[in-house]
């Protein structure tokens, strides 16, 4: 046979292949990146961590790793949250409940010592849409990746309510660790707070930071409209 006649037989051919769905792709993409890219720069962390004992003195050598280490969380947190996004995405609803729960979990089964809680008050409803709980979900993994990378935590509260006498819904992190004022070194500033903000933004809301409740560690709020969480209006 030619090649101009292999060729053209070509679309023939093609015919027999299975076509793959969006949710299909969706998966595969989730579990390659999970798989390769996640798992090499967890590696990286732990690489960074070995070579930052080997420096010890050297300051300008600390520096670097210090800001190689900030841009290699931020990636692997960055792709964590893709990954969340395309199982959520195969879904109409989910429960974010479970999905901050499950993060908990993942933490403590990579070894972390920290101590997480999770208090959602009985008013808060069990689902809501896709989107919301995308949003809320990645705000709160950001707070606590703060709190336990940043801020050296051992603690990590999570408290989830709807505010009396109001329509707004409230998420509050809490953590035990260094505090707001000692994150936002000059080095070192945001570590993701406008990326939180702007989350909350998509979903009407707003986040604000303070120092915790004793004077130590700090208190993360996010608050948004009471209807996009899936909530009715008080007296509605």
């Known amino acids: ?134 949003e809320l979900h990645l705000i709160v993994s950001e707070a606590i990746d703060n709190a336990v990378h940043h801020g050296g935590a051992r603690k990590v509260q999570v408290a989830m309510c709807l505010e009396p006498g109001s329509d707004m819904a409230v998420v509050t992190i809490t953590d035990d660790g260094t505090g707001i004022d000692a994150r936002h070194s000059a080095d070192r500033p945001g570590f993701g707070i406008v990326g939180m903000q702007e989350r909350a933004g998509l979903l009407g809301g707003q986040v604000s930071l303070a120092a915790a409740p004793g004077g130590r560690g700090t208190r993360v709020q996010v608050t948004v409209p009471a209807p996009a969480v899936g909530a009715p209006k008080p007296g509605g």
């Open 1 to 134: 046979m030619s090649p101009r006649r292999r060729v053209q037989s070509s679309p023939t051919t093609a015919k027999h292949v299975p076509e793959v769905t969006s949710e299909e792709l969706g998966k595969f993409l989730a579990r390659e990146l999970h798989d390769t890219v996640a798992q090499t720069l967890a590696t990286m962390l732990l690489e960074l961590e070995s070579f930052r004992i080997e420096q010890h003195g050297r300051l300008g050598a600390l520096r670097q790793i210090d800001l190689l280490e900030q841009s290699t969380r931020k990636a692997l947190a960055d792709l964590r949250a893709l990954l969340v996004e395309l199982r959520l995405r195969r879904q109409h609803e989910e429960d974010v409940i479970s999905l901050i729960r499950r993060g908990m979990l993942e933490r403590k089964g990579r070894g972390t010592s920290v101590e997480f809680e999770l208090q959602v008050a009985r008013e808060w409803p069990e689902r809501m849409s896709a989107k919301t709980a995308i």
